[in-house]
């Protein structure tokens, strides 16, 4: 009996001295723009700020087993960026949980533990300026059951550059106003910089625009006395957003209803200080500037993006600070290949040309019948990465 005794014993030692191989550095300070390690102290709330996974596992120790002996972490498989608590377990005992390294406004760089770096973030940012509501593991919107799925085709290595596109099941079902038109990209899906200013129907009766973002999003503004635009919902729906503003650029025309007739700028800053400059383009079937989409972003780290646009106002290409660059090819809808009238028009993104010659190519199917004989992009149902020699 005592040699059992002596060997369960020993064995804690030994799971001790492992847990702590490389843990024993002092906490260091937490610099601007990181959160730091995040452990969780009740239900549903978290604390944040911890210098090292030591210090987060060593509260959370604290909170839910202060009498068990504590053994620091373990490693959560090749993830920095992620540790297992460890206490004795017994009767009565809390089991311990992970804790985490977080960042704030900026991202975090899983590959190495280099902490966070000011790089572009746009993912689960768009919360209309209220809080964020819950998601299931699916991931499905606990309130309004919307379903979102978000995917990184793309990166290079330093992460300054990147398609992540964004899903909604339900997209834009709470904007507050009527779209000018289906936000363009991959057809039910959206790549993460595009976001549009649509002048709608709404500008005929309130002087409103709307903001779409990739994730199924909106947020209207209307135009005030003073020529200023501010946040706008109507009576009918919550009190408006406040964390994100928007500017008319130009000269208002005398007659207000003329807007739509030329050219018009934009600026919009979003919650986390990035700044968008948008530009209305003409639709090419009514020669009406109802959309305006990006020219360029300026994130908050000093970051940028620059958009180009075809004659057809479908996005061509984004150019890094840095020179890295990124090419779209469209499907078009032509009229005249199946003897009609009229000018081509952008169905979806085709392809996207990668620094270096590679590819990503989308592939869409039609929901229902499709008797035009003309491309119909409802649903993209393949993202497919190809080198050059097979591109």
């Known amino acids: 009996m005592r040699a059992r005794k002596l060997l369960t014993t020993l064995a804690f030692v030994v799971i001790a001295i492992t847990s702590f191989i490389g843990q024993t550095r002092p906490a260091v300070a937490v610099p601007a723009g990181v959160k730091g390690w995040c452990t969780i102290v009740g239900p549903g709330t978290e604390q944040c700020g911890f210098g090292s996974a030591l210090a987060a596992c060593q509260k959370q120790h604290d909170v839910y087993a202060a009498t068990a002996n504590f053994y620091g972490y373990t490693a959560y498989g090749n993830r920095w960026y992620i540790k297992i608590c460890r206490w004795k377990p017994g009767i009565g005992v809390i089991l311990p949980t992970i804790v985490s390294f977080d960042c704030t406004n900026t991202t975090l760089t899983p590959d190495s533990p280099a902490g966070c770096q000011l790089l572009p973030q746009n993912d689960c940012k768009d919360n209309n300026g209220s809080t964020p509501t819950g998601d299931t593991g699916k991931p499905i919107d606990l309130v309004s059951g919307t379903k979102r799925f978000n995917a990184v085709d793309f990166e290079t290595s330093d992460r300054s550059l990147r398609l ?157 600070n840095f020179g890295k660059q990124i090419t779209f090819n469209w499907n078009m809808i032509d009229p005249t290949v199946v003897g009609g009238t009229g000018p081509a028009v952008p169905a979806a993104i085709k392809e996207a040309i990668l620094p270096g010659g590679y590819k990503v190519k989308y592939t869409y199917d039609t929901v229902g019948s499709n008797t035009t004989g003309l491309p119909q992009a ?10 050059s020699a097979n591109a």
């Open 164 to 320: 992540s596109r964004s899903y909604s099941g339900l997209p834009w079902a709470g904007t507050p106003e009527k779209l000018a038109d289906n936000p363009l990209g991959l057809a039910n899906w959206q790549f993460d910089f595009q976001v549009e200013l649509q002048i709608g129907p709404g500008w005929d009766v309130w002087n409103s625009v709307v903001v779409t973002f990739p994730r199924g999003t909106a947020i209207a503004f209307a135009r005030q006395a003073n020529g200023t635009m501010a946040p706008y919902t109507p009576s009918t729906y919550p009190r408006p957003q406040t964390n994100y503003t928007l500017t008319f650029n130009d000269t208002w025309p005398a007659n207000l209803n003329n807007l739509r007739n030329a050219k018009t700028h934009w600026t919009l800053r979003d919650p986390d200080d990035n700044v968008w400059s948008l530009e209305t383009f003409a639709d090419a079937a009514t020669g009406l500037f109802t959309i305006a989409r990006p020219t360029q972003v300026v994130y908050r780290s000093g970051f940028k993006l620059t958009f180009v646009y075809g004659t057809s106002y479908q996005l061509t290409s984004i150019t890094d």
């Open 378 to 387: 409802d649903r993209l149902i393949k993202a497919e990465f190809v080198t």
